[in-house]
């Protein structure tokens, strides 16, 4: 049978717009000042949502593949963790620059502009696109993932919670989105009350980290879990990002696939648990027959059965 991991570009996607998405979250550090009307000396109330010093995506990413590496200890004469970081990177510009409108959003965020209103904005749009993106690539990531399950020895249960956890992701950013508007609205209406001010602001900088920390959590187990199937199945650095499939040679590799299991499993429940229900219902449609892939994967699948019967 031709192999059904051929064909694919050499990212995931998704992985690079979580990436991005953590970038975005780390923008909102909201704190209060004051300001001096230079007419009438009177001093403002100002909200700044955004902090003082910007982000660093790259330090973002480098902590993220670096705790990755270390967890899993992989070691090979032809690996580096420098090595791996910079093609990572370099596929990472690829995506952003087939992405030139989450590219143009992660630089906007750049702009340390002073408008609340501006600032409210830029996070929302950026949010938005990514969440875009993840729903556009969805049937695309879809067959990468079936690709891989076809022709591993991988139980069916990682394949569904591969997917509830795309669809969790998108989920997450929705609401961070819906809350960011609740936000802005509120603002609006308790206007200069201080008090009020930064009670909202509490309010929210608890949900939303709370929810932050979780989505982190659950994104550093899945990439530890497929970062350590794609190492025991790699020969060459490439390897760790083509799709190809997936086996377990050994049973050392099977119970440290059981523990990475594991943490994916808890940390994704307990992401699901916190997400807003009706967002993810609505967003439960992505995992549906009426998906193109889905129907592919039926035919794979039976194919798949066929000649091996």
């Known amino acids: 049978m031709k192999a059904l991991t051929v064909g694919f570009e050499s990212y995931d996607r998704q992985e690079y717009a979580k990436s991005a ?24 109330t100002i909200i700044d949502l955004m902090p003082d010093e910007q982000p660093d995506l790259d330090k973002i990413i480098s ?11 992989f070691k090979a004469d032809w690996f580096t963790t420098d090595d791996y970081l910079k093609l990572w990177k370099k596929y990472f510009t690829e995506f952003l620059n087939e992405n030139t409108m989450i590219q143009e959003s992660l630089q906007a965020l750049q702009s340390n502009s002073d408008d609340t209103s501006e600032q409210f904005g830029l996070m929302m749009d950026s949010l938005r696109e990514l969440r875009r993106m993840l729903r556009d690539s969805y049937d695309q990531w879809h067959r990468k993932i079936m690709a891989e399950f076809l022709e591993s020895d991988l139980p069916l249960e990682l394949y569904n ?17 819906a809350d960011l508007t609740r936000l802005q609205t509120k603002l609006h209406l308790v206007r200069s009350n201080e008090r009020k001010i930064m009670s909202e602001l509490r309010e929210f900088e608890k949900c939303h980290r709370r929810l932050s920390e979780t989505l982190a ?8 879990l497929r970062f350590f199937l794609k190492s025991v199945n790699a020969k060459e650095l490439e390897d760790l990002f083509r799709t190809k499939p997936l086996v377990l040679n050994s ?21 699901t648990n916190q997400l807003d229900k009706i967002h993810l219902n609505e967003d439960i449609m ?5 998906s193109v892939s889905f129907g592919d994967f039926d035919k794979e699948l039976r194919q798949a059965v066929f000649n091996h019967a």
């Open 251 to 271: 049973s050392a590799e099977e119970k440290r696939f059981k523990k990475y299991l594991g943490e994916f499993t808890q940390s994704l429940f307990e992401l």
């Open 286 to 290: 992505l995992n549906s027959s009426d």
């Open 217 to 224: 959590k659950a994104s550093r187990s899945e990439s530890t």
């Open 63 to 73: 902590s993220e593949i670096g705790f990755v590496v270390d967890k899993v200890r």
């Open 21 to 44: 998405t953590l970038y975005v979250l780390q923008h909102f550090q909201p704190s209060l000042g004051k300001k001096t009307t230079p007419k009438h000396y009177v001093k403002k």
């Open 161 to 177: 919670l591969y997917n509830i956890s795309y669809i969790g992701k998108a989920s997450a950013i929705k609401s961070f989105v």
